[in-house]
């Protein structure tokens, strides 16, 4: 059974564009991509998931129940950490983690400590004094206090230092090896290259590829950097799979798809310095699909 399965998901804000007919299955025990720029239609999937908004047309469901008619059932299962943390500022961090707890029909104390000694969290100060990192911090121990089916991450790790953003990311590999789907949607190409199984990349409301991790990044571009002793011609790359190409001066960057003796038989009538040829990490395939 699919964790995550949609079907032509649609939501409009009016005449504006939200996202369309966008399907995505995820599997039981994955730690899945969603990689788009901001506006691309990221935060409305993950709001649809929640049934904090309805979509125009098209469904979802989380752990085969629809999300509209079993929203609050489905969500005894979820943990959810958004881009932003926002809270009651009178209140200590201990008593908002208990009230927190209150929702889930469980017992949260074990799990709140183990939590807060992971992520190095004062709960005895107030929400209003702590600084944008500690109320991320927070919003972690929030989010996975009840031991959730599922975990759906929007934008995590902003405010978070370079230290507990390791911190954050191996208790994400823990929770994910007990068997914890866990989405992950962030326009952080290397957070997702790091954690990820499988990726989704979303252009303009649609998505535009799912692939697994491995095969997206073994895919046959290729990224040439070329030093030339002499400028060339105008137009001497301008051909198909060629994309992302840029002159500087005596420099010559581009991403290629296709057979390479296509390009190294031009490469071959250049009088060269260096050349480089490299797999391409995910923000250069990424920005690919952008162009």
């Known amino acids: 059974m699919k964790v995550i399965e949609t079907n032509k998901l649609t939501k409009y804000y009016g005449k504006a564009r939200g996202i369309i007919d966008v399907d995505l299955g995820i599997e039981k025990g994955e730690l899945f991509g969603f990689i788009g720029p901001n506006g691309a239609g990221k935060s409305t999937t993950i709001r649809i998931l929640l049934s904090l908004i309805y979509p125009t047309s098209g469904s979802a469901k989380i752990l085969g129940k629809d999300v509209v008619e079993f929203g609050a059932e489905i969500k005894q299962d979820i943990g959810y950490l958004p881009s932003e943390v926002f809270y009651y500022d009178n209140m200590k961090v201990k008593d908002l983690l208990n009230y927190s707890a209150s929702f889930y029909k469980k017992d949260c104390s074990k799990r709140i400590q183990e939590l807060v000694e ?174």
């Open 118 to 291: 992971i992520m190095d969290l004062d709960t005895s100060k107030r929400i209003d004094d702590l600084s944008y990192g500690n109320k991320k911090k927070v919003g972690i121990v929030q989010g996975l206090l009840h031991n959730p089916k599922l975990i759906i991450l929007d934008e995590p790790t902003g405010g978070l230092d370079p230290l507990m953003q390791q911190k954050f990311f191996n208790l994400l590999k823990e929770e994910n090896n007990k068997g914890v789907t866990i989405l992950l949607s962030s326009h952080i190409l290397s957070e997702v290259q790091r954690l990820c199984d499988r990726v989704a990349i979303i252009k303009e409301g649609r998505i535009v590829n799912v692939e697994k991790m491995s095969d997206l990044a073994k895919s046959n571009y290729s990224r040439f950097k070329l030093e030339l002793r002499n400028p060339i011609e105008e137009g001497l790359f301008t051909l198909d799979g060629v994309s992302g190409l840029k002159i500087e001066n005596n420099s010559v960057s581009f991403m290629f798809k296709g057979d390479i003796n296509t390009v190294t038989k031009i490469i071959a009538s250049i009088d060269l310095l260096t050349l480089w040829v490299e797999e391409p990490d995910l923000e250069d395939i990424f920005l690919h699909y952008y162009e």
